[in-house]
């Protein structure tokens, strides 16, 4: 058997130090802002999955005569007006607000992801009709176009989701359908044209995991504002209702007593900045290193 | 030039119309009937509901409504309030200098503050300056506006007694809600002004600039900056979008009068001609708002003018 003059590359041809996932992931270890926010949000996924057994009180429960307590060591972050324990009501928040972010974000990616490789790839009328109602939901301020949504399904936590992924889907689209306006004229995604390949096969197989870098980076970095819009919403009293722990409606809760009882207020609004601050810290990490341009340069 | 601004101005035009029936197909197509939603919270009977619905002639096709809808909100009728029974578009002229005043006063601090950090972060490339910077720009846009807001107002005022914490009326009112606001949004105009500056700051010119001994605050500010701002006008649009919702949380946080008050305030009490008309009249000024920005952007940058 004759050696072929021009190897093709492959995972043994390419040095190991070239491989793409593997520069990735050496280009996200030398970021110590993003592995610190990434411990941050693996040890809070862990609260919020754990929250029932950490908890050292029921969230709901409540408890009159111990109503408005400071911060003690029986009661680490205080209790709220109904005598409430903070620090069990901010480990149950986790859950609700992960929740609803990873929730809005897939209701956001996955139509915004469908919606972009079809305009993407087939291009002509369809991509004019997708990409003109994307136009028209892109003309709302995205938590005003979550509002008038909330407005009709009616205020709550499985709504205020629903409205948050709405409002998400025509960045997505946008991103896919340019992402697969550059990668559909790559000459892999040709050859695989030529040689037969369906439609549905270049899309899924060729097409999809060249453009998921970016459309993961866009997730990420949409986590952050969810979780920020659903606990707006939550604050107006629109999305989680009493007395479900939501860091959101904690803080409304705890409006009326900033200045007795500032503590009510303080808990959650850290929470909640600490987990934004640490997926945006995250996300922008994810796309340094996923920027090819930064890799050739590296 | 002109002729430019003519492209423009037709192309928002079918933007405009896209938004006004995405409105009204929001309002009739998404589950759940209006008049129900409207009398439940007073509980009422099928009779009043009927009559509800008649009055605001949702029982007619939904071709007759969208004309109807359309042909009003051309004449500027937007209805009327089903609580006040006065013309949404009155009410909601009454509460928008408020919210445009919020508004512009946040976008000042937000430009004062991200350029600032954007340059600092800039001419200190790579140094615990720039890590300072840049971490300060993504915990402001992390902070939540209704934890900031709280904290400012449980801060000077309840505590300092500097700033009233709640109403308008004056320049004191609008110290902490602007900041809170432009913080918010200055992050991401640092950012920009930062990796603008980066890429404008190893241009030839100023090269050139240095070469002539010109010190290098003359280099900065003169040369430099200038360019650098550009890109920071396009990213303004954008930004103007996020503040007019950001008003929606800040007048709730320092119960100010505005459109953003009006639009809760509506939507709990399931008033829906005025979130309709609110709405819209929000999306309208931001496709407007995107509109001057293009073209100022046009006047600044030549070049846009022939892609």
């Known amino acids: ?298 | 030039m002109l002729q430019y601004i003519g492209r423009r101005l037709i192309t928002s035009i079918p933007v405009l119309w896209g938004v006004t029936t995405l409105v009204f197909l929001m309002m009739h197509l998404l589950p759940g009937d209006p008049a129900e939603l409207m009398m439940a919270e007073s509980g009422g009977s099928s009779q009043s509901i009927a009559q509800l619905s008649h009055q605001l002639g949702l029982d007619d096709p939904l071709y007759v409504q969208y004309g109807r809808f359309l042909a009003n909100a051309l004449r500027g009728d937007l209805g009327r309030s089903i609580f006040t029974n006065r013309p949404v578009t009155q009410t909601i002229l009454e509460q928008l200098p408020h919210t445009v005043q919020l508004a512009v006063a946040a976008m000042m601090v937000a430009i004062i503050i991200g350029t600032a950090l954007g340059i600092a972060a800039a001419l200190n490339r790579n140094t615990w300056v720039d890590s300072l910077c840049v971490t300060i720009a993504v915990a402001g846009a992390s902070v939540p506006i209704f934890w900031s807001g709280l904290l400012l107002i449980l801060l000077f005022s309840s505590l300092l007694h500097w700033l009233p914490a709640t109403g308008q009326g004056s320049l004191k009112h609008l110290i902490m809600p602007a900041t809170v606001l432009g913080l918010a949004s200055s992050g991401s105009i640092a950012r920009l002004v930062r990796s603008s500056m980066l890429e404008v700051l190893g241009q030839e010119y100023i090269t050139a600039a240095r070469s002539k001994g010109l010190s290098e605050r003359l280099v900065v500010c003169r040369h430099a900056l200038k360019n650098a701002l550009i890109p920071v006008i396009t990213v303004m649009g954008l930004q103007f979008g996020y503040l007019l919702g950001g008003t929606v949380v800040t007048e709730t946080v320092f119960s100010r009068q505005g459109l953003g008050w009006l639009v809760v305030d509506a939507i709990l009490w399931k008033d829906f001609p005025v979130v309709q008309g609110s709405v819209l009249l929000a999306a309208a000024i931001y496709t407007l708002m995107n509109l001057l920005i293009d073209i100022s952007y046009a006047i600044i940058d030549p070049r846009i003018r022939y892609d």
């Not at chain 1, 950490?54 to 408890?63: E, H």
């Not at chain 1, 705890?254 to 996300?283: C, K």
């Open chain 1, 1 to 298: 058997m004759t050696k072929r003059r021009f190897p093709i590359p492959t995972r043994k041809t390419i040095p190991r130090r070239e491989i793409p996932p593997l520069v990735t992931r050496r280009r996200l270890r030398r970021n110590k802002g993003a592995l610190l926010s990434l411990a941050f949000l693996v040890i809070l996924t862990a609260v919020a999955i754990f929250a029932p057994a950490l908890a050292p009180y029921d969230p709901l429960d409540v408890a009159v005569e111990e109503q408005l307590l400071l911060p003690s060591s029986k009661h680490w972050a205080g209790t709220d007006l109904f005598g409430r324990d903070i620090f069990s009501r901010l480990l149950f928040g986790a859950r609700v607000s992960l929740l609803v972010g990873v929730v809005a974000v897939v209701i956001a990616s996955v139509p915004g992801l469908v919606l972009g490789l079809i305009a993407g790839y087939n291009g002509r009328w369809i991509d004019g009709i997708i990409m003109r109602v994307m136009d028209m939901m892109l003309a709302f301020p995205g938590i005003l176009l979550a509002l008038s949504i909330v407005a009709l399904l009616g205020p709550g936590l499985p709504n205020a989701m629903i409205a948050v992924g709405i409002a998400g889907i025509p960045s997505y689209t946008r991103l896919v359908r340019s992402s697969v306006l550059v990668t559909r004229r790559k000459q892999f995604v040709r050859a695989a044209y030529a040689v037969g390949c369906r439609g549905w096969r270049i899309v899924f197989r060729h097409i999809l995991p060249d453009i998921f870098a970016p459309v993961l980076v866009l997730a990420t970095l949409d986590l952050a504002w969810a979780i920020l819009s659903a606990s707006s919403l939550s604050f107006l009293g629109l999305g989680a209702q009493p007395p479900a722990p939501e860091w959101g409606a904690m803080l409304n809760e705890g409006r009326g007593y900033l200045r007795q009882a500032p503590w009510i207020t303080a808990a959650p609004g850290l929470a909640i900045m600490l987990t934004v601050l640490s997926v945006n810290l995250l996300g922008d990490g994810l796309r340094d290193a996923l920027d090819p341009q930064l890799r050739t340069r590296g």
